[in-house]
């Protein structure tokens, strides 16, 4: 059984224990899907603020719904629609201060107001993104998007391709 508290400091610290915690839980475990799971868990309880935390993976031509800490959430998106298709579209995160003013927003919970996705790349094929939704306008920043492609990395260094 893991047990972790919310971390508490700085952004880059906070990052850099969810980091060592990451590794822990993927220690010694290569199932993506298993370490998915443990990540959105880490993340939804590391970071505060957050009402959705989880990932989305390529099926065919549309990302489908992987493992999730948060409310139900749509199950399927196409790529170039939305924060999560663009962001798996252009293969770079983007950070959405307010997602009232993106447009082709996908509103899967009325309660985001913010969002932050990382594109989940290897070998140069695109495997599918990492999702979080906060409550909070203006939540995710430069900090959150380089430590969030730091566990996504982690990600995908400690889990066999699909």
Request: net charge negative.
């Amino acid at each position: 059984m893991f047990d972790a508290e919310r971390p508490i400091g700085a952004k880059a610290e906070i990052y850099r224990d969810l980091a060592l915690m990451a590794k822990g839980l993927f220690e010694g475990e290569r199932d993506a899907i298993a370490n998915a799971a443990n990540l959105s868990a880490l993340l939804w309880m590391g970071i505060a603020d957050l009402n959705w935390a989880g990932f989305y993976f390529l099926k065919g031509d549309g990302l489908v719904l992987g493992p999730f800490q948060g409310r139900p959430a749509c199950v399927r998106i196409e790529v170039g629609r939305g924060v999560c298709g663009t962001a798996a579209a252009r293969r770079q995160t983007v950070v959405v201060l307010d997602v009232e003013e993106f447009p082709g927003h996908i509103a899967c919970d009325a309660a985001s107001r913010s969002e932050i996705v990382v594109p989940l790349v290897a070998g140069g094929r695109l495997i599918g993104v990492l999702d979080l939704d906060s409550p909070l306008r203006g939540r995710f920043d430069g900090e959150d998007a380089a430590g969030l492609e730091a566990l996504a990395a982690l990600w995908l260094a400690a889990s066999d391709p699909f």
